[in-house]
């Protein structure tokens, strides 16, 4: 009985996956990703392409068989043989279609490297390409089984991140030496909403998860944070994808994901994650908040409402939405020592990241999110002394002239807003939010953007149904300080590769956010 080996160290790649024994041609399609991503396929393509110093395999009578008759080298000791050939009988119907970007054929493929393992290149850009194992008996070099694969066209490397410029405070060099620390903001778009209904003027391949995810983390890594909040982080790309590059880069993380069930498979699900500079914080206490269970025990405990009751039953609908929040409290690696001017240094900082709900009809619920949320930070930080400075970073999906923009800056809500006044409206809606008097908080909180810049950005959600402000950095103003922030860039910039975001630049509809923050040198928000 012939046995099938698997390939040398130096054979290893993701076109190199075994196959089982006895399916002896296997057609596979796979995705090679923008020039100089990870994927590695040894390659083929078609005969238009423009190559140089390749030899071609014209004279070679294989290359006119099918792809399911691999001719086999005579006493090979290599039990897999990488093989081409150049004719692949009339056209073939992958991913993509059956031409390249100018729109000529694939009719024909040369063959232009055996080797183990290869990176696409600029060359490779518009073009298809094919790769074919073939699997040899180690005691006669009969073929045994064989798998082609093809891919869709190489895409080109993105455009650079745009450079963003950071506006500096006045009297950055003066007052206070606390430590410093940059962090960022980010709605990185998960991919089950990047969906070409959802955004039909971007291109399908630049909506793809393997294209944006790098653009994404060039974005974040080339700013040089300290401390990265993420929402719409889909669960099996964190565990597969984020966590493992941003720990490369010299991040550790933790991650929360929505309490609603995945959209299909495992994983298609996202959620929240926060990521530390190893060499800057180290973490002391991480907890995360799932407003679902808030809303169950304020309906059941403070409320006494029966869940199963009308009452109870419209009360938690109206309020359960699978919105989750993260919390940690981070230790400075090299503590501040005690000076004269400042002789009890702070050298811990509280950071919470949250997402909020999404849907425009549901300000009510934002209101309630954000209280509850801002409830929960209370206890926790009065907990642990009055001096804890605090972030509250993320996406909640609320412009500044709503209610949760109100309570967030001015520690209140006018009762005539008509965000707290949905009860008294014609479509049967519950009243979920308790008295506009005890709506409140005891945090003096600034925001970043409105500190430094002295405005909200014009819009940090850019879509062709929707341009607006949704996320921001809050910030303690007793015990932090922000120094500076990067403003958003022009509506010039963020069109120049598309009409709207995303685009082939701009992987996610959000734009980040960025400060450099201060702590221990807070002064009274505008």
């Avoid at 003066?174 to 940059?182: I, L, V």
């Avoid at 994901?257 to 926060?274: I, P, W, Y």
């Avoid at 929040?325 to 950071?351: D, F, G, K, W, Y």
């Avoid at 929960?376 to 949760?404: K, Q, W, Y």
Wanted: aromatic fraction near 8%; charge should be negative; hydrophobic fraction near 30%.
């Amino acid at each position: 009985m012939n046995n099938v080996q698997t390939p040398p160290p130096q054979s290893r790649g993701s076109a190199y996956r075994r196959p089982s024994i006895g399916s002896e041609n296997i057609d596979d399609d796979r995705s090679v990703g923008s020039v100089g991503s990870t994927s590695s396929f040894p390659k083929f393509i078609p005969q238009n392409s423009r190559v140089t110093n390749i030899e071609s395999s014209e004279n070679d009578p294989a290359a006119d068989e099918e792809s399911s008759s691999p001719q086999t080298p005579t006493g090979s000791s290599n039990p897999y043989q990488l093989k081409s050939f150049q004719s692949y009988n009339k056209g073939f119907n992958d991913i993509g279609g059956d031409s390249d970007l100018n729109g000529q054929p694939h009719d024909e493929w040369i063959e232009i490297s055996r080797d183990h393992v290869y990176v696409p290149n600029e060359r490779d850009v518009g073009r298809k390409l094919k790769l074919e194992a073939v699997a040899l008996s180690m005691e006669t070099g009969e073929a045994l089984m064989q798998r082609v694969v093809k891919t869709d066209l190489v895409l080109s490397r993105a455009p650079d991140p745009v450079k963003r410029n950071l506006v500096t405070v006045k009297g950055v060099g003066s007052g206070g030496g606390g430590a410093r620390f940059r962090i960022v903001t980010y709605n990185v778009l998960a991919e089950i909403y990047a969906t070409q209904q959802q955004y039909p003027y971007c291109d399908f391949w630049a909506l793809s998860w393997d294209y944006r995810f790098q653009n994404i983390l060039r974005e974040i890594v080339e700013v040089g944070p300290d401390v990265i909040c993420l929402q719409e982080v889909q669960a099996d790309h964190y565990e597969n994808h984020v966590y493992a590059a941003l720990s490369d880069a010299g991040f550790e993380g933790v991650y929360k994901q929505k309490t609603r069930d995945s959209m299909g498979l495992t994983g298609k699900v996202d959620g929240c994650a926060l990521f530390w500079r190893r060499t800057k914080f180290h973490l002391v206490e991480s907890y995360s908040i799932e407003f679902n269970e808030l809303s169950q025990r304020q309906a059941t405990q403070v409320l006494g409402l029966n869940p199963r009751s009308e009452d109870g039953s419209s009360y938690l609908s109206r309020l359960c939405r699978d919105n989750v929040a993260q919390l940690v409290v981070l230790e400075l690696v090299n503590p501040t020592m005690p000076t004269r001017s400042n002789r009890e240094p702070i050298n811990q900082l509280c950071i919470a990241n949250t997402h909020l709900y999404s849907h425009k009809d549901y300000p009510d619920v934002k209101l309630w999110q954000t209280w509850q949320l801002l409830q929960e930070l209370e206890t926790f930080v009065l907990s642990r002394g009055t001096n804890l400075p605090l972030m509250i970073c993320g996406d909640f999906n609320s412009t500044p002239d709503t209610a949760v923009y109100d309570l967030l800056s001015r520690q209140a809500v006018h009762p005539g807003h008509p965000d707290v006044n949905m009860a008294n409206g014609e479509d049967n809606v519950p009243n979920i939010l308790p008295e506009t008097m005890n709506m409140t908080h005891s945090f003096s909180l600034g925001s970043v953007y409105n500190s430094v810049i002295g405005e909200e950005p014009r819009h940090t959600n850019y879509t062709t149904n929707f341009k607006g402000t949704l996320d921001y950095m809050w910030y303690s103003a007793q015990n932090l300080r922000p120094l500076s922030a990067a403003p958003i860039p022009e509506e010039s910039v963020l069109t120049l590769h598309g009409e709207a975001l995303p685009s082939t630049q701009f992987s996610s509809d959000h734009v980040m956010l960025i400060s450099d923050m201060q702590i221990g040198s807070g002064s009274r928000p505008p």
